[in-house]
């Protein structure tokens, strides 16, 4: 495998959940969310990209830390949700990095209209030599910045941005880093262009969820009809563009292993929908 140049970190996972968690996401679930839409597109932009977790898995500050160092990666941001009622995006920089990668970041956040509250860094209470997160500090040559979101207690827009738009925001990401790193970045190729008028609506199967339905267009889509099935968690949630409805909450998708399917997404069942 080719060196990366940069690793992903999905903060938390396993029996961390993160503190940056409501009633509509739990933050590991939401930081995972993130991260593996970030490595789908450096892949496709051709970016050499490691990622420290792919799945909902428990790791220590050591053994993070120890993924990082030991990946080969000039860069590492690890992906957070904040919690304690503010609002908008933080990002937290090493003392000893320079400002560069986070504000390069930073600025294609605010560009997506989510506010950035502040650029910082933050060293131990008792010795302003030793950075005060681990990541920040435990990384060794590891440029590593904390990209912290938005807050999952705000009381302002951010519960709103995040769960609407946490696609927007993480690709605003791949593209400061990017222009940071001097990869040249592409927009995502299927962003319709082609029909302005006509906003494009996805369908997003929550992480939580271990399988979800789907039936052929010919079939009635009620229990024991199923075309297959999904597998939302396996994946920390699944995304699709809807290309029509059927019926009353029934919509029309096209999935990889199975083709054009019928869906059920009544929001009672957790699938929520977004531009
Ligand atoms: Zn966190």
């Excluded at 940056?20 to 892949?43: C, V």
């Excluded at 990666?73 to 990002?91: F, K, P, R, S, V």
């Excluded at 937290?92 to 956040?109: F, P, Q, R």
Aim: aromatic fraction near 10%; charge should be positive; hydrophobic fraction near 30%.
């Amino acid at each position: 495998m080719v060196k990366p140049i940069l690793i992903i970190d999905p903060g938390h996972g396993g029996s961390d959940p993160g503190g940056g968690s409501n009633k509509y996401w739990m933050e590991k679930d939401m930081n995972l969310a993130i991260s593996l839409y970030q490595w789908k597109r450096y892949k496709e932009l051709g970016v050499p990209a490691a990622i420290t977790r792919k799945n909902d898995q428990t790791l220590t500050p050591i053994q993070r830390t120890k993924l990082v160092r030991e990946s080969g990666a000039m860069y590492c941001y690890t992906n957070h949700i904040n919690a304690g009622g503010g609002d908008g995006a933080e990002l937290i920089h090493s003392i000893y990095g320079d400002k560069k990668m986070a504000m390069e970041i930073s600025t294609e956040i605010r560009s997506t209209g989510q506010n950035v509250r502040r650029v910082f860094t933050r060293t131990l209470p008792n010795n302003p030599r030793r950075d005060y997160y681990y990541m920040n500090r435990d990384t060794g040559s590891v440029v590593t910045v904390i990209i912290e979101y938005g807050f999952a207690d705000s009381k302002e827009d951010d519960i709103q941005q995040i769960n609407k738009h946490w696609k927007r925001y993480a690709e605003a990401v791949v593209k400061g880093f990017c222009q940071f790193s001097g990869y040249p970045y592409k927009k995502p190729t299927n962003s319709k262009s082609s029909n302005p008028t006509q906003e494009t609506t996805y369908l997003q199967l929550p992480a939580n969820a271990e399988s979800w339905r789907i039936y052929s267009l010919e079939a009635q889509p009620s229990k024991g009809n199923e075309r297959g099935f999904l597998r939302p968690s396996k994946f920390g949630g699944l995304t699709y563009e809807i290309l029509g409805s059927t019926q009353n909450h029934v919509y029309l998708i096209h999935t990889r292993d199975f083709g054009d399917v019928q869906i059920y997404a009544h929001p009672s069942t957790g699938a929520t929908f977004s531009n």
